[in-house]
T-cell receptor
């Protein structure tokens, strides 16, 4: 069956450390993968898009990797801050025509 | 630039009643999505429109849910009759083809 899995347990890290979130998928061959941030009571907000032929993408303190062999994407936040605390969702292109299927999300909490 | 507008933000109804949610996407965005997000889960795609045509509605419970996109712009999602398990946040999003999604703030439905 097709699955998109993210760590269901919340990730707690100290301010200034690097947070690493994982997105694993099975039985999909996405052309691209996206990461979103969602704050409580709000809609998801787009962060980064990475295509199947790209290994890594960076934006300020954010870095995403995409390994189509392992069927895995890693999302890194360097020098994390309490303001980075949120739920992070990965989303895969799963049908062409920009059909996006979301993972379950991982809650990140950055502590002082 | 105005974002995706949704209304109402909150709705409480009794089971077996009906409810309708409205979405106005970002101007010029051909693709419009309705997602259902149950507490603690990732968004689940209900229906995707390209202009005013349906691209994917494979996960829409068609016996009780219906959606339309008027003139390729605004969209309405209706539930009739509602069940307890329909309690969720209904997220509308829009995008240009092959690009990131822009989400509204969502409509939170509570079915009693």
């Amino acid at each position: 069956s097709q699955k998109i899995e993210q760590n269901s347990e919340a990730l707690n890290i100290q301010e200034g450390k690097t947070a690493t979130l994982t997105c694993n998928y099975t039985n999909y061959s996405p052309a691209y993968l996206q990461w979103y941030r969602q704050d409580p009571g709000r809609g998801p907000v787009f962060l980064l898009l990475i295509r199947e032929n790209e290994k890594e993408k960076r934006k300020e303190r954010l870095k995403v990797t995409f390994d189509t062999t392992l069927k895995q994407s890693l999302f890194h936040i360097t020098a994390s801050q309490p303001a980075d605390s949120a739920t992070y969702l990965c989303a895969l292109d799963t049908g062409g025509g920009n059909k996006l299927t979301f993972g379950t999300g991982t809650q990140l909490k950055v502590e002082l | 630039e105005a974002g995706v507008a949704q209304s109402p933000r909150y709705k409480i109804i009794e089971k077996r009643q009906s409810v309708a949610f409205w979405c106005n996407p970002i101007s010029g965005h051909a693709t419009l999505y309705w997602y259902q997000q149950i507490l603690g889960q990732g968004p689940k795609l209900l229906i995707q429109f390209q202009n005013n045509g349906v691209v994917d509605d494979s996960q829409l419970p068609k016996d009780r849910f219906s959606a339309e996109r008027l003139k390729g712009v605004d969209s309405t999602l209706k539930i009739q009759p509602a069940k307890l398990e329909d309690s969720a946040v209904y997220l509308c999003a829009s995008s240009l083809v092959g690009r990131e999604l822009f989400f509204g703030e969502g409509s939170r439905l509570t079915v009693l």
